[in-house]
C-alpha cells in the first residue's frame, strides 16, 4: 500500500471515530504509542482516552516527510486545534512519526512529538476526569483539513 493512502485511511478512521478502525491500520493492538502528554501506552489505549478527552479535534497537515533511511516511515507535521471534552481548546503545532511494515500495509509504532508545556498541557496526564475538569458531552466531533496534492 501506498503510504499516503495509509495516512488517508488513519485521518479517515480517526475522523469517524472509529476504534476498530483506527486499530486495523496497526500491526497489533500492542503497537507502540508515544506521546508527550499521555505517555508510552498500545495503541488501543491511547486512542480509547484520546477519544474520551476529546469533544473536537482539526488537524491541519502542513508537511509529509518519509524517511531516508531503511526502516519505512512518514512523518506528518501539523497544527491541531483540540477542543478538550471539558470545552477547553488547545493549539500547537507538532509530528506524527510513524513507522510502517515494510510492504506499508500498517503501522508498526507512532511517536508523537511536540511542546506539551507551550501548549498548556501537563505531561502524564493520565486521561483521568478530574485532570480536566471534564463534564459529560456526546457532543464530540472531529475534522481534519487534508490535501496531498
Known sequence: MEYLTLCRRYLAAI???SLPAVLSLFATP???VRS????QMTVDAYYRILFADTRRSIIRIR??????????SIALHFNYTWIMKNGRTVEFDGVDVF??????SKFTRLTIIYDSAQ??????YTGQQNQL????????GFNFELDFH
Open 15 to 17: 475522523n469517524a471515530r
Open 30 to 32: 500492542d503497537t507502540v
Open 36 to 39: 508527550p502528554l499521555y505517555g
Open 63 to 72: 508537511h509529509v516527510f518519509k524517511a531516508l533511511t531503511d526502516t519505512p
Open 99 to 104: 513507522e510502517l511494515t515494510d510492504d506499508h
Open 119 to 124: 501548549a498548556g498541557l501537563k505531561p502524564g
Open 133 to 140: 475538569d471534564v463534564e459529560h458531552d456526546q457532543s464530540r
